[in-house]
């Protein structure tokens, strides 16, 4: 089945820099791509999706690109601020016949910015 | 105004019993599920549903059962609470299957 592999999974860089998590997974027939930030204590929010058809995503202060050839999904935050700091997970929607729904998550990624 | 809300927020339980979650949406999704999150195994799915009064399993369903009796309310049952049960647990919901919506958590401590 899908496997997802999230790098890495520790990440502390200072304010206003950029910081790059990726995803690689395993099915070529995966379509649909999301990635989730976490806050300390709380729920999993929905930052961004992205289809099949689109290669890149932007977001305020972050970009999202899927590279299909090579099975990879990143997510690029710009100019980090602290309020950035926050465990983020991708996950992957396998293609599976009947849609059960499913998604396949990465372990995540913690993100500490410091001022 | 929060769209998937989970009870209780917190518990903590004793071995071998019986602990109910339960979560509700106001979504008016029809897929719901139910997820353990544990330190350095990210997000598994326990149970899902795509309709009322029906479950089906998902990756880690052993010691668990779900229900499903509306199309607002998922319930996940653990018969004989085990220490390897303490987790945190997640409720989410979806209308196409694919993009879900979470609640806050519930942190269950088995003891």
């Known amino acids: 089945g899908e496997q997802v592999e999230q790098r890495p999974p520790h990440l502390s860089v200072r304010e206003g820099d950029s910081a790059v998590i990726t995803c690689t997974y395993t099915?070529?027939?995966?379509?649909?791509f999301f990635w989730y930030k976490q806050e300390p204590g709380a729920s999993l929010q929905l930052l961004m999706k992205?289809?099949?058809?689109?290669e890149i995503n932007e977001g305020q202060g972050f970009t999202v690109l899927l590279n299909k050839k090579d099975k990879r999904l990143s997510l690029n935050l710009t100019a980090a601020h602290p309020g950035d700091s926050a465990a983020y997970f991708c996950?992957?929607?396998?293609?599976?016949?009947?849609?059960?729904?499913?998604?396949?998550f990465g372990l995540g990624t913690t993100l500490q910015v410091q001022p | 105004e929060a769209a998937v809300t989970q009870s209780p927020r917190s518990k903590v339980a004793v071995t071998g019993g019986k602990v109910t979650l339960s979560c509700h949406q106001t979504?008016?999704?029809?897929?719901m599920y139910w997820y353990r999150q544990d330190t350095g195994h990210g997000l598994r799915l326990i149970h899902y549903?795509?309709?009322?009064?029906?479950?089906e399993k998902g990756d880690i369903p052993d010691g668990y059962k779900a229900s499903r009796p509306s199309q607002e309310n998922f319930s996940l049952i653990l018969e004989l609470a085990s220490l390897s049960q303490t987790a945190v647990y997640f409720c989410?919901?979806?209308?196409?299957?694919?993009?879900?919506?979470f609640g806050p958590g519930t942190r269950l401590t088995v003891l």
């Open positions: 099915d070529p027939n995966s379509y649909y």
């Open positions: 992205v289809f099949s058809s689109t």
């Open positions: 989410a919901s979806s209308e196409t299957g694919y993009e879900q919506y």
């Open positions: 979504n008016n999704h029809d897929y």
């Open positions: 996950a992957v929607s396998p293609f599976i016949t009947g849609n059960t729904g499913k998604l396949i």
């Open positions: 549903s795509y309709v009322a009064d029906s479950t």
